[in-house]
Structures are given as C-alpha cells and as structure tokens.
C-alpha cells in the first residue's frame, strides 16, 4: 500500500507545473524551453503560427496537463461523471484524439504531455482550414471550430451561443498579444543556453 501511495506521489510530482506568466508567451518558453522546441516542430509539421494554438490551450485548460471538465452532480451533491471525456493540455475529447492518432501513426501521443497537445491543436487547425477554409492565423474562427467541429461550425450553431463568441474574441485578442510578444523574444528563445547567458 505504501508503495502505491510513493508511486502517485512520484507521478504527480512528474508533471510539468502551469508557467508562473501565462499571459506572456515569452515568459511561458523561457521558462519551459522543452515547449518552446516542441512548439516549433508543430510549427514545422502543420505550418501553424505558435500563438494561436497556445492561445487556444490557454483557454482549454491554462496549460495545465491533466484539466478536465467540472464534474455533473445529481440532487446538487451526488456526483455523476464529468461533462466530457475531454481532458489534458489541449481538453481533446477521447473520439477526436483518437482520429488524430489514427491520422498521424503518433501511437505514444499523450493528452497530459505538452508536445503531443501542442501538436494535436496544430492538427486540428491544419485540418479545419482545409475542411472549412478557415485561415490558420484566424484565431477567432479557428476556436469556434475547435469548440463546435468543423459540421457544427459549418451549421453555425455558434451563432446561437453569445457566450461562445465572447471567449472566441478574448482567444483571438490573446493570439494577438502572444503573437506581437513573440517577434520580440523569438531570437533569444532561439540562441542556445551560453549565448542566453552571455547577451
């Protein structure tokens, strides 16, 4: 029993703690660098603008690796499962994480591990712009896809949801600012560690 008890100790204490600035995405990479490579080889795989698939996780889970959905209660008290299956950095539902292993071969992806996120929303960005023509830079449209999927986008079911399309415009102004805070910091990020040190 004891070492059941050390074990899940240890496993929590593996998991990558939310970034201190997750307002600023410079902050964000200097702080995990291993994110910042991984989000560049999204960047390299699907040909998606870093700040918009990290505003997008922002928003899902504030980049915390194992976020799921408030839990459902009957009679107020009593719980009764989550609200979706959706979970992890991306809060990728089981069926579509599922298509995206499947589409990719990437048979190791973990939902609670930042790279494979990362790279699941690039997918999902690459894939919505050619299902429904939707710009990869365009944060606003992309969230709605995100959030509805590419057929409830394209029956405008968002429409429908006022609240929705306040959190899509508070993603695209956050995509915006990462964005602006990213050409300035994008060259230190790239220099190795010495030269981090040194300039």
Request: charged share 25%; with cysteine.
């Amino acid at each position: 029993m004891g070492v059941l008890v050390l074990a899940a100790m240890l496993s929590a204490g593996c998991a990558t703690s939310p970034p201190r600035e997750p307002e600023n995405i410079c902050e964000i990479f200097e702080e995990h660098r291993s994110w910042w490579r991984a989000a560049k080889s999204m960047n390299k795989e699907w040909n998606v603008p870093i700040h918009v698939p990290m505003a997008i996780m922002y928003q899902e889970s504030s980049f915390r690796a194992r976020a799921q959905p408030p839990r459902r209660y009957v009679l107020g008290f009593i719980p009764w499962g989550r609200m979706s299956d959706a979970y992890g950095y991306a809060q990728a539902k089981t069926m579509t994480w599922d298509d995206y292993i499947k589409e990719t071969g990437n048979r190791r992806a973990r939902r609670d591990k930042f790279a494979d996120a990362i790279d699941f929303i690039g997918w999902y960005i690459d894939k919505t712009h050619r299902v429904n023509g939707v710009s990869k830079h365009d944060a606003y449209a992309q969230y709605l896809n995100y959030h509805e999927g590419w057929g409830g986008y394209q029956r405008q079911t968002h429409n429908q949801k006022g609240w929705l399309l306040e959190v899509a415009r508070r993603v695209d102004a956050r995509s915006n600012r990462y964005a602006h805070q990213l050409n300035e910091c994008r060259d230190r990020l790239d220099r190795g560690w010495l030269r981090r040190l040194l300039f």
